[in-house]
């Protein structure tokens, strides 16, 4: 007898069944089963993990973020397409040789279109963190965005595009996913599922790991507060590196100070996103070098990527 599409949900969230000191709530956005995934600690007796994630992004001519609003529509306009094309060529490299030179994992959020427009970049680049663990991160963040408006087999469609291309130009197929412009809808979370998408970051509102059980299976929300994102602060309320510097050491280690309060706290997670045009400028990485060697020294924080994260949960990854 054919299973049903609830019979099949329903024995995914069996099998996916965290232990009883889970608890079970309805997700706010897509309104599927979200629980807990309660970690007692990381490895090495750490309590709080911290994945850095860069976000590779290209964006065309006439599109991407904007440096001066007062140059738009300026033909050409340089100032704002130097401003991203600094990002790429030079910002993109430089935080690739910090993390090497630091010894700190790092994830890597790609737009597929990344790879193939701009292959001497991604190859120094790709050369310094050669073991990252590399995310879904769209075609591009302008022009070729997930069709949000088209349905769940369409979404379906672009996310296999996107991972068949990063497959193809870096020989390594993503289990987890960014949507692009960090913004995604209801069915994206069941079309990530469904294409082999084990884990996202587009939860947003959580200290710790949850599972979504979405009508295609399970999916794990490793948190990505907006709160932590330089690009929104940056270019949204002139914020600099070196706030930066003071906001991400001050939330890690708030979080660490709560778990050396109170053991018996779950294990944190977050995922803080980095983008080359704030972070990869030489004030910017001279900013970024002092957050790492703080965390360093904080004897609770694991600085790992996301998918030793998704390995210490336990969880068995198809």
């Known amino acids: 007898m ?9 024995l995914a969230l069996l099998a996916w069944a ?18 807990a995934m309660p970690i007692k600690v990381w490895p090495g007796g750490k309590k709080v993990a911290v994945c850095f994630v860069l976000y590779v992004e290209v964006w065309g001519r006439g599109h991407g973020p904007v440096f001066r609003p007062d140059k738009v529509g300026t033909n050409p306009d340089v100032l704002n397409e130097s401003f991203r094309q600094y990002a790429i060529h030079w910002g993109v490299p430089r935080v690739g040789r910090l993390f090497k030179e630091q010894d700190v994992p790092i994830t890597i959020a790609l737009n597929a279109q990344f790879p193939g427009q701009h292959p001497e970049t991604w190859k120094t680049f790709r050369a310094s963190v050669p073991k990252a663990p590399i995310l879904g991160h769209g075609m591009n963040n302008s ?5 949000l408006d088209k349905g769940l087999e369409a979404q379906k469609a672009y996310i296999k595009a996107v ?16 949507s692009p412009s960090v913004t995604s809808n209801v069915d994206t979370f069941a079309a990530t599922v469904a294409e082999g998408i084990r884990y996202s970051l587009d939860g ?27 690009m ?17 050491i001050d939330y890690v280690a708030e979080l660490a100070r709560e778990a050396d309060g109170d053991p018996d706290r779950p294990a944190t997670v977050v995922a803080i996103g980095v983008h080359p045009f704030v972070m990869g400028t030489p004030s910017g990485a001279a900013a970024f070098r002092r957050v790492l060697e703080a965390l360093k020294e904080q004897p609770l924080v694991w600085l790992t990527d996301t998918d030793a994260v998704m390995a210490a949960t336990g969880v068995k990854q198809p």
């Open 2 to 10: 054919r299973a049903t599409p609830l019979l099949l949900f329903l």
């Open 18 to 35: 965290s232990p009883s000191s889970s608890q079970t709530t309805q997700d706010w956005i897509t309104g599927a089963p979200r629980e």
């Open 143 to 147: 022009t070729e965005e997930l069709p």
């Open 163 to 178: 991972l068949d291309l990063i497959e193809k130009d870096t020989g390594a197929r993503p289990r987890g996913w960014s």
């Open 204 to 230: 947003m509102d959580s200290d710790v790991l949850s599972r979504l059980m979405t009508p295609a299976g399970p999916l794990v929300l490793i948190p990505y507060p907006t709160q932590t994102v330089d």
């Open 232 to 248: 929104g602060q940056y270019l949204g309320r002139q914020k600099e590196p070196v706030d930066f510097e003071r906001q991400w």
